[in-house]
C-alpha cells in the first residue's frame, strides 16, 4: 500500500496497523513522559515526605514539650470556671503546641523542635521587690497553696495570629496578696529564667536585652483576669507554653504573658521590658489589643486563628472590656 493510502485509512481510523514511526514515536513519547513523572513525582514525594518529617506529628509536637518526672498532687485537671467562655472553638492542643513565641529558643514558630532537650528541673519563682513579706516559692507550694481553675481564654499575638485554650492557674493578685505589696508599689515587673545555659537555646543573640521581662501596672496585676499559669488543656504546662511557671494577660498582646518565670518584682516606676527596649515605636508598655490602631507595619484589624485558620475581626481589649475597661478611663 502506498504510503499515502495508508496514512489516508488511518486518518479514517480504518487501519488497524499502526505506522511505526507512530508507535516509536508515541514510546519514546511515553518514556519521556513517565521519566518525567518520576522525577517530579519523586521529589514532590520527598518534599512531601520532608514537609511532613519538619512539621511534626501531633504526637511528637506534644512529646517534645512533655516536662520530664512530673511533680506528684497537682490540681489537673482544674474545675473550670464557667465564668469564661469562648465564641469560637477550642484550639486543638497540637495546633497550639506547633505554633509558638519563645525566642530564647527559636526566632521560628518550631520552638517544640528546638525544646525537646531543655528540662526545667526544680523550679523556684521569688516575689520580692517593694512588698511586705518577700518569698520564694518552688512549683509545688503554687500547686499547693494557690486554688487552680481552668479558664477558656482567647490569646491575641501582635502578629495578628490567635488561639482559644484552656489555661489552668491562679490570678496573680492571690500571689500579690500574699507577699503584701507597699503603697509606693506601682508597677509589677516579671523576669523569665536565664537561657543561656539551657539546652537547646539560642546562643546566637547576645544582644537582646535578656532575660525577658514584662511589666503590669499594679491595677492591671490585681485585674481577676490576670492569671498565674501551670497548666494548659488539663495537665501541666509544656515548655513551648512557658513551662513550669508563666503569665496569661487575655486582653494584651501575647508578648505581654512572660513564660518561664523565675522572678515577680513590685517596683515604684514603670519596668524596663524587652521588647520596649529593643523596638519602642513597635511594642508599646500598655500593649492593649486594639483593632483600631494598626502595627506600624500591618493592620490589627483581623486575626486568624491558628487552629482553624479562620479569619476573626479583632475585638477591641481582645473582647475582656467587660472586665478591665474601668482601668483605662
Ligand atoms: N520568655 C518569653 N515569654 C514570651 C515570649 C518569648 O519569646 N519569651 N513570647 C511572647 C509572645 S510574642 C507570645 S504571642 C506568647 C506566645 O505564647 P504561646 O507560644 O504559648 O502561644 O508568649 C509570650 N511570652
Ligand atoms: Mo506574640
Known amino acids: 500500500m502506498p504510503f499515502f493510502l495508508r496514512r489516508k485509512l488511518w486518518q479514517a481510523g480504518d487501519l488497524k496497523e499502526t505506522p511505526e514511526e507512530r508507535v516509536l514515536g508515541a514510546s519514546r513519547l511515553g518514556r519521556r513522559a513517565l521519566l518525567r513523572v518520576g522525577v517530579y513525582g519523586g521529589l514532590a514525594a520527598a518534599g512531601g515526605i520532608g514537609w511532613w518529617r519538619w512539621r511534626g506529628t501531633d504526637r511528637e509536637v506534644l512529646a517534645a514539650g512533655r516536662v520530664g518526672g512530673a511533680a506528684g498532687g497537682q490540681p489537673f485537671p482544674a474545675r473550670r470556671n464557667e465564668q469564661f467562655t469562648l465564641d469560637r472553638p477550642i484550639t486543638g492542643e497540637a495546633a497550639a503546641a506547633r505554633y509558638n513565641?519563645?525566642?530564647?529558643?527559636?526566632?521560628?514558630?518550631?520552638?517544640?523542635?528546638?525544646?525537646?532537650a531543655w528540662e526545667p528541673g526544680d523550679w523556684r519563682i521569688e516575689v520580692a521587690g517593694l512588698v511586705a513579706r518577700p518569698a520564694v516559692f518552688d512549683l509545688d507550694d503554687l500547686l499547693r497553696k494557690f486554688p487552680h481553675e481552668e479558664r477558656l481564654y482567647r490569646h491575641r499575638c501582635v502578629e495578628a495570629w490567635s488561639m482559644a485554650v484552656p489555661w489552668t492557674g491562679f490570678p496573680l493578685?492571690?500571689?500579690?496578696?500574699?507577699?503584701?505589696?507597699?503603697?509606693?508599689?506601682?508597677?509589677v515587673r516579671f523576669t523569665s529564667f536565664d537561657h543561656t545555659q539551657a539546652a537547646g537555646a539560642r546562643h546566637d543573640d547576645r544582644d537582646s536585652p535578656w532575660p525577658y521581662t514584662e511589666g503590669l501596672t499594679?491595677?492591671?496585676a490585681l485585674n481577676d483576669l490576670t492569671l498565674i499559669v501551670t497548666g494548659m488543656y488539663g495537665h501541666a504546662l509544656l515548655k513551648q507554653h512557658g513551662a513550669p511557671v508563666r503569665l496569661v494577660v487575655p486582653w494584651k498582646y501575647g508578648y505581654k504573658s512572660a513564660k518561664s518565670i523565675v522572678r515577680i518584682d513590685c517596683v515604684a516606676s514603670r519596668p524596663e521590658t524587652f521588647w520596649n527596649i529593643l523596638v519602642p515605636e513597635e511594642y508599646g508598655f500598655v500593649s492593649n489589643v486594639d483593632p483600631a490602631v494598626p502595627h506600624p507595619r500591618w493592620s490589627q484589624e483581623f486575626e486568624t486563628d491558628i487552629g482553624t485558620g479562620d479569619r476573626h475581626r479583632t475585638l477591641p481589649l481582645n473582647g475582656y472590656g467587660e472586665w478591665v475597661q474601668h482601668l483605662y478611663r
Open 101 to 116: 513565641n519563645f525566642y530564647e529558643f527559636s526566632e521560628s514558630k518550631r520552638v517544640w523542635a528546638a525544646i525537646e
Open 173 to 187: 493578685r492571690l500571689l500579690l496578696e500574699h507577699v503584701e505589696p507597699r503603697a509606693q508599689a506601682k508597677f
Open 218 to 220: 499594679m491595677a492591671e
